[in-house]
């Protein structure tokens, strides 16, 4: 049994998916307001919880061989927090999987994790990591650099398919290795019981390093139309995106993420998605709805 945490987030519920395409039994955690139906209806067995919840997370791990989780706080609020989630709850996820014998735990941190980092999420995914590899549990730890749809999709891809200005933050000529969220879900599923994906790290990005003005190229031919570009300073708000994207981003013009991929992607034998790829079904998926 394959117990998934996080399966009603993007990542997580496109594993679930995959897993269950497989013909393989999975288990999901999830809190009792979330939309788990549609995963239930195609044969996750469902069991409530919650990272915050120790006892739950005992229940959860009966009779379980592996875990997967990509459960995080980022994008959620109130008593989630990276504190509460990404930090304790890991750790009791940790501590309840040794406690039941598990076969692999599977964790989803990020190419900064960083135990001594000043920036929160990247201290807890860096203490996670720490304390998975001290637990003695055989585990494999994936580290993602930013997921092409959330980072090139967010800043060139919604404003350009609503018609609107793409904005740029500093230079964008920084070039970044961003994954497609679908690659690093095919990656988390490879890893199962795969022997060489035992006790090991792995840095995943995506086929090649581009810049925010290279991605509004690629964009640009994908719609085949022009876009309107504009640039913020560091620092300075992104319109229509939150705050703490816009401080991501300015951190992003400060330093380059190329990440070889050559070794992983022959490891687990996948074939990693372009820009190019992602761009063109967000656009086939927008002019269809
Ligand atoms: N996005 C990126 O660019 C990026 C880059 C590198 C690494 N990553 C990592 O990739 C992973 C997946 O990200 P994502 O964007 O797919 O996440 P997401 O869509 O925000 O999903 C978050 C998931 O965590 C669950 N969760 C949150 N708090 C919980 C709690 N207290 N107990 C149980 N479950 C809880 C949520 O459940 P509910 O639905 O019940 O809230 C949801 O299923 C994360 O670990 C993230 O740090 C992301």
Do not use: W
């Amino acid at each position: 049994m394959i117990l998934v945490v996080g399966a009603t987030g993007d990542l997580g519920g496109k594993v679930a998916r995959t897993l269950l395409a497989q013909g393989r039994p999975i288990r999901i955690l999830v809190r009792a307001q979330a939309n788990y139906q549609p995963l239930a209806e195609a044969g996750a067995q469902v069991v409530l919880g919650d990272l915050k919840q120790r006892d739950t997370l005992d229940v959860a791990c009966q009779g379980v061989e592996t875990i997967i989780t990509t459960a995080n706080a980022v994008a959620r609020g109130g008593e989630d927090t990276i504190q509460t989630v990404d930090l304790e709850g890991n750790r009791h996820l940790i501590d309840a999987a040794k406690a039941a014998g598990l076969r692999q735990f599977i964790f989803v941190s990020m190419l900064t994790a960083d135990p001594k980092s000043p920036v929160l999420l990247n201290q807890a995914k860096g203490s996670t990591e720490d304390y998975l590899r001290e637990s003695g549990i055989p585990h494999t730890i994936f580290a993602p650099n930013g997921f092409m749809e959330m980072m090139f999709g967010a800043v060139v891809g919604m404003p350009a398919m609503m018609g609107r200005p793409v904005t740029i933050v500093g230079t964008g000529r920084r070039k970044h290795s961003f994954i497609s969220v679908g690659d690093v879900a095919r990656f988390l599923c490879a890893a199962i019981d795969n022997p060489a994906a035992i006790n090991q790290k792995f840095v995943l990005g995506g086929p090649q390093a581009l810049s925010f003005r290279a991605a509004v190229a690629i964009y640009e031919r994908a719609l085949g139309h022009q876009l309107h570009v504009s640039s913020v300073a560091p620092g300075e708000p992104v319109p229509g995106l939150p705050p703490m994207f816009a401080q991501v981003l300015a951190a992003l013009d400060a330093y380059d993420s190329p990440i070889d991929m050559t070794e992983t992607t022959r490891t687990f034998d996948i074939a990693l998605t372009s820009l190019e790829e992602v761009a063109r079904r967000a656009i086939t998926k927008a002019v269809s709805a």
